[in-house]
Each structure stands twice: as structure tokens, then as C-alpha cells.
């Protein structure tokens, strides 16, 4: 699978999205970040292949990496896109280019969200399953409303937009909701308030990517991924901490819940 994200001060967002990948069973897995970031993601995370992209002066994907990225998605089985990426004009051209491009599911998180917040009719253009993963605030920028509506009536906007635009939305939060394009919900009742810090979305993004990586379908590699993540956190929550765990001790929670998962099938 391929990771497109990442900008100065955000390294950690490719770190941990990658993280999550691997530790759901994605194989190879390759972060596409800008150049100057390179030497950080390679000492940082062996297990993990990297790919230098142009970059601005900030230090942010420029809209100049789309050829060495589309180049690379071959024989590739997911994108995941956003997470760190920044909201630069020219990010937000690239990802408004790519996704009309790619013909493989993607998992659009965070900035890779903001970057069409105000274009959200270039999903309609997806030539494969998306899958967005929004908090709240997110999900209001999409929905051109404010976080107080949305959390108002959470399902509802869910609903609405995954079946205009035809993706699968996982609106995170207390409970978060994944929606389908076809009307389904599901409701995820685990988690708790430890998961209420920084990484935590982008772990869950790596999640669902591996999943679908691994060869599970989109719809159930959104569930599943929710599942899992909110399960690794209610262990950490359960035998070590209710407060103050990271992000990446989330991660290594995950191998437990994924063999018990795997065992139930």
C-alpha cells in the first residue's frame, strides 16, 4: 500500500499511519512524504519502504509529486492519503488530481479531507471505493455546517453524505459511526476518553488501509478497523492506564485484538 502524507512538524502522521498498517497485516508498505522528511522517516520506521516527493518551500507535498506518485501506485492494492499533508493551494490541487486518478480503494484522513472540503463533488469522480474518516469538525467543514450540528444528530449527516457521494464515511467520536453509500450504519459502542489524543485518527487510518491491504473488503475493513482500534484502546484503558496513553501504544495493543478477532471468524 501506499502512503501519501506528511509536511514539516507532522512527521509522526506518516509514522503512525504506517504503524497501524503494518501491524494489520499490509505487508509492504511504502510512505510517500517531501524530501526533506526523508531522513526521519527512514530511522524512524525500518519495517517500512519510503518515496521523496517534491515539496514547497514549507516543506509540504507539492502538486508537482503527481507523476512520481501515480507511478508508484502500480500493483498497489490501497492509498491512504492525507494524514499530516498539510492544506497548501497546491497540496489541495494534488489531491483534487488524484482522486479522480487512482483506481484502487483510498482512505482519506485529515488534511487529505480539509483539501476538499470545499470541492466535496470530486468523490463523485472516484473510479474505486473511498473511504473518508472524519472527526467531527471535518465532517462540518464537508458538510459546510458547524461541529455543534454534527454532533447533533451524527447519523443523520453520515448518512447523507456517504450516499451523495457515494463513499463509506466513518464520522469519528463517542461512538463512532461508519455509513455506507447504500444506507447501512454501524454503530461501534467500544473505546473510551483515553483516545481523545494526538495520532490516534492517524492509527486508525493505517488500520482500515492495512485491512483492505490484507484483502478484507472496504465496507468491512471500515468496521473492522473501528473495532479494532477501539478495542486496543479499551485493553490499554482496562490493565495499564486510563489516561495519558499514546498513539503508539495503541499499536502494539493491536496484534492481541487482531488474533482474537481473527480466531472468532
Do not use: W
Request: net charge positive.
Amino acid at each position: 500500500m501506499l502512503i501519501v502524507s506528511g509536511s514539516s512538524g507532522k512527521t509522526g502522521a506518516s509514522i503512525l499511519t504506517a504503524k497501524g498498517a503494518l501491524k494489520t497485516g499490509a505487508g509492504l508498505v511504502t510512505i510517500a512524504a517531501p524530501e526533506s522528511l526523508n531522513p526521519i522517516l527512514e530511522t524512524t520506521l525500518v519495517e517500512a519502504m519510503t518515496l521523496c516527493l517534491n515539496e514547497t518551500d514549507n516543506h509540504c507535498i507539492d502538486e508537482t509529486a503527481f507523476d512520481t506518485i501515480t507511478h508508484n501506485l502500480t500493483n498497489k492494492k490501497c492509498l491512504a492519503l492525507g494524514p499530516g499533508m498539510g492544506t497548501e493551494n497546491t497540496t489541495k490541487k494534488l489531491v483534487n488530481k488524484l482522486i479522480p486518478f487512482c483506481n484502487i480503494p483510498m482512505v482519506i484522513d485529515a488534511d487529505g479531507i480539509n483539501c476538499i472540503a470545499d470541492n466535496p463533488g470530486i468523490l463523485k469522480t472516484a473510479k474505486a471505493p473511498v473511504i473518508l474518516t472524519p472527526h467531527p469538525g471535518e465532517m462540518a467543514g464537508l458538510m459546510q455546517t458547524d461541529t455543534q450540528s454534527i454532533q447533533k444528530d451524527r447519523i443523520l449527516y453520515a448518512i447523507k453524505f456517504a450516499e451523495k457521494y457515494n463513499v463509506i464515511i466513518v464520522l469519528k467520536g463517542a461512538k463512532t459511526i461508519i455509513a455506507t453509500p447504500c444506507g447501512k450504519v454501524y454503530i461501534n459502542p467500544f473505546g473510551n476518553s483515553g483516545m481523545a489524543s494526538g495520532g490516534m485518527g492517524d492509527v486508525l487510518t493505517g488500520i482500515i488501509a492495512g485491512l483492505i491491504t490484507s484483502g478484507y473488503s472496504v465496507e468491512s475493513s471500515a468496521y473492522t478497523g473501528v473495532y479494532l482500534h477501539a478495542k486496543a484502546a479499551d485493553t490499554i484503558y482496562k490493565t495499564c492506564t486510563p489516561i495519558g496513553y499514546l498513539a503508539s501504544e495503541l499499536i502494539y495493543s493491536l496484534s492481541g485484538q487482531f488474533k482474537k478477532y481473527i480466531k472468532k471468524q
